[in-house]
């Protein structure tokens, strides 16, 4: 039940980051921001998995 609640205040955090840059006409680089700090999470993730599969050796 706990991440839900995060999720779901995360998710409408940057529903609310998305809206005020719409309202500035800055939503393209709100994206691409977006996509840049998922992109860096992703190979966070991917580098954490890789080391738990080559220690399980």
């Known amino acids: 039940m706990g991440w839900q609640i995060i999720v779901a205040a995360m998710a409408g955090y940057l529903v609310l980051l998305g809206r005020s840059a ?10 691409r921001s977006l996509a840049i700090v998922g992109t860096l999470c992703a190979l966070v993730a991917g580098a954490v998995a890789l080391a738990m599969l080559l220690d399980r050796t």
């Open 22 to 31: 719409w309202k500035q006409g800055e939503f393209r680089q709100f994206l």
